[in-house]
């Protein structure tokens, strides 16, 4: 997961990076608003983590324009302020949820995965595709009940197409979640995570769980649950024009 925090306390910042990496979370983060906005264009982010007080405004602004440009990543903001005004404007302001500093570093990570697996139309932290199961909280994959033994990048790599099921994403999406920028590798190691991970979910008795859109990336298609939420015009791009191997 590839997170975006807006946090101008270096000392604060620095804790919560180390928090959301212990929880092999890529993290990017922003010291004012107008640098938060711009990543926010730049980057697909599972999730945003907005301060309320910035040096150039409040995050409840910023939160307000990164609604008004129609990116609908979850939003979680943090504040020192208590009071259920407070609480209520950020949620008004287009936020998915609100915690008070000082907070528990488990439940900061546990709020961040309810509000991605919400918005990616998952109501429980136990992610079941086509027989596959993924568990967010303890960070394993099952399949008949036994795990799966997948490295930390064979994990990233099948949450990321697990939570987008439906839609095609491309080697450079895996990179920039895997490695947000920082030292990437060939786009061509992609290529070898993927097919590493085949080889262990079909040895587990699960063939055809990642299909490869010929030119454009990789997709997991859920054939077993409700439909994907996603934008219409997507689906409609995917359904038209891709070809699973």
Known sequence: M???????????AKGINFI???????VDTAETGAEALELAKLYDYDAIIMDVMLPDGEGYEVVRRIRAARN???ILMLSAQTRAQAKIKG????????MAKPFDQDELVARLHAIIRRSKGFSHSRLEVNGVVMDLAAREVLVNSQPVPLTSKEYAILELLVLRRGAVLSKENFLDHLYGGI???DAKIIDVFICKLRKKLA?????????????????VRDTTGAAPRLPAALAAHNLAEARVA
Do not use: C, F, H, K
Not at 2 to 12: F, G, N, P, S, V
Not at 205 to 219: Q, S
């Open 72 to 74: 609908n990543a979850p």
């Open 20 to 26: 959301l990496q212990q929880s092999r979370m890529v």
């Open 203 to 219: 040895s587990s008795g699960v063939d055809n769980l990642i299909g490869t859109v010929w030119g454009r990336g990789y997709i």
């Open 183 to 185: 030292d990437e590798p």
């Open 91 to 98: 949620l008004q302001a287009g936020a998915d949820d609100y």
């Open 2 to 12: 590839r997170i975006l925090l807006a946090e101008d306390d270096r000392t604060i």
